[in-house]
């Protein structure tokens, strides 16, 4: 829908989405069925958006520091549904991972670490994406 790669910069990102939303903005339209496809439509381009930006390359450095003390700590639940992943952690954080396989996700079920499995061939191999934040002290 952006029309981005991977790589994509935060600025070419809000720029897709300005352009997207002053296009699809439910005011520009005035028959009420256009009108609440734009709403529809404005709110899918909302959490595209969101999403985008949360799995950004630099969203990702930026926040590298805490991520890494995060998955240091201990791994207290997690959960499959599809092919997305979520790690809880101890300090209250959890993460999603996209496109995990099944076989890793049962990989991870019968690991006598699961932490330890996770930090070794989850965290830093799956695109990933906060949900949660940590609980602060």
Same mark, same amino acid.
């Given at each position: 829908?952006?029309?981005?790669?991977?790589?994509?910069?935060?600025?070419?990102?809000?720029?897709?989405? =300005?352009?997207?939303?002053?296009?699809?903005?439910?005011?520009? *339209?005035?028959?009420?069925?256009?009108?609440?496809?734009?709403?529809?439509?404005? =709110?899918?381009?909302?959490?595209?958006?969101?999403?985008?930006?949360?799995?950004?390359?630099?969203?990702?450095?930026?926040?590298?520091? #805490?991520?890494?003390?995060?998955?240091?700590?201990?791994?207290?639940? *997690?959960?499959?549904?599809?092919?997305?992943?979520?790690?809880?952690?101890?300090?209250?954080?959890?993460?999603?991972? *996209?496109?995990?396989?099944?076989?890793?996700?049962?990989?991870?079920?019968?690991?006598?670490?699961?932490?330890? *499995?996770? =930090?070794?061939?989850?965290?830093?191999?799956?695109?990933?994406?906060?949900?949660?934040?940590?609980?602060? #002290?």
């Amino acid at each position: 829908m952006f029309g981005v790669t991977k790589t994509a910069e935060l600025k070419e990102l809000k720029s897709v989405y =300005r352009n997207l939303i002053k296009e699809w903005h439910p005011d520009k *339209f005035q028959d009420d069925e256009e009108k609440s496809a734009a709403e529809e439509k404005s =709110r899918y381009i909302i959490e595209a958006y969101h999403f985008l930006v949360s799995i950004a390359p630099e969203t990702k450095e930026q926040n590298m520091e #805490a991520y890494s003390e995060t998955i240091a700590t201990t791994l207290v639940d *997690f959960s499959y549904k599809g092919v997305t992943l979520l790690l809880n952690f101890l300090d209250g954080s959890s993460y999603e991972y *996209f496109e995990v396989p099944k076989a890793t996700y049962q990989k991870l079920v019968n690991a006598d670490v699961p932490g330890r *499995f996770a =930090r070794r061939n989850i965290c830093h191999e799956y695109v990933y994406r906060k949900v949660t934040k940590a609980v602060e #002290a």
